[in-house]
């Protein structure tokens, strides 16, 4: 059975940091790319960043370049985001996802964990 279970999320001021993590397990997760997908309040999913298998090419969308860096551990099977300078808009339910093969298409969610900025 296929898991992915997300932690760290939490609240944080503007400015702050967070860092999260998803265990992966259930299916030989070296020879998937993995993404982060989040959903804020009132709003559709909004894909977030996308690691390859071997964690050498990473993605990121726009609003978060230069703030947020994925990486992930295929001996742990763990994948990682690390946000920083967050701000009041990345407050979202964070969701690690495991990529189907087509872009921004994703077979496999977690529960989620969530990302609040407020001060």
């Known amino acids: 059975e296929v898991q992915l279970v997300e932690s760290g999320g939490g609240m944080v001021q503007p400015g702050g940091s967070l860092r999260l993590s998803c265990a992966a397990s259930g299916f030989t997760f070296s020879t998937y790319d993995m993404s982060w997908v989040r959903q804020a309040p009132g709003k559709g999913s909004e894909w977030v960043s996308r690691i390859n298998t071997a964690g050498v090419s990473t993605y990121y969308a726009d609003f978060v370049k230069g703030r947020f860096t994925i990486s992930r551990d295929n001996a742990k099977n763990m994948v990682y985001l690390q946000m920083n300078s967050l701000e009041p808009e990345d407050t979202a339910l964070y969701y690690c996802?495991?990529?189907?093969?087509?872009?921004?298409?994703?077979?496999?969610w977690g529960q989620g964990t969530q990302v609040t900025v407020s001060s």
């Open positions: 996802a495991r990529d189907e093969g087509d872009p921004y298409e994703w077979d496999y």
